[in-house]
């Protein structure tokens, strides 16, 4: 299983990203998916997921309304568009993937992961 998350850059305040992972080795319509971040020296957090059933989604607080997540599932890939982007936003974000939707915030319950891709807004 391959989880290969793109899109990051550095961005000035305000802008938009859209980062993109695709996955190999699954059947990706059966999986939800997930995006989390992590700063340095901060423990990783929960950002947004989607449900593999029915297309629902959930965010953070602290992007709702400014993040969207969809999927596309015949390419195999989960989208995070992010805009009105802060220095908050600042971090190393990560796709995820499990079978059940259950407990989407839930870091441990997801057993695929992605590499990171960065993203870094400046002021």
């Known amino acids: 299983v391959q989880l290969q998350a793109s899109g990051g850059g550095l961005v000035q305040a305000g802008a938009s990203l859209r980062l993109s992972c695709t996955a190999s080795?699954?059947?990706?319509?059966?999986?939800?998916m997930a995006w989390f971040r992590q700063d340095p020296g901060k423990e990783r957090e929960f950002v947004a997921a989607?449900?593999?059933?029915?297309?629902?989604?959930h965010f953070a607080d602290s992007v709702q309304g400014r993040f969207t997540i969809s999927r596309e599932d015949a390419k195999n890939t989960v989208y995070l568009q992010m805009n009105s982007l802060k220095p908050a936003d600042t971090a190393l974000y990560y796709c995820?993937?499990?079978?059940?939707?259950?407990?989407?915030?839930?870091?441990?319950?997801?057993?695929?992961w992605g590499q990171g891709t960065e993203v870094t807004v400046s002021s």
């Open positions: 989607i449900s593999q059933l029915d297309g629902s989604s």
């Open positions: 080795g699954i059947t990706f319509s059966h999986y939800a």
């Open positions: 995820a993937g499990k079978r059940t939707y259950r407990d989407y915030q839930s870091i441990r319950s997801y057993p695929y």
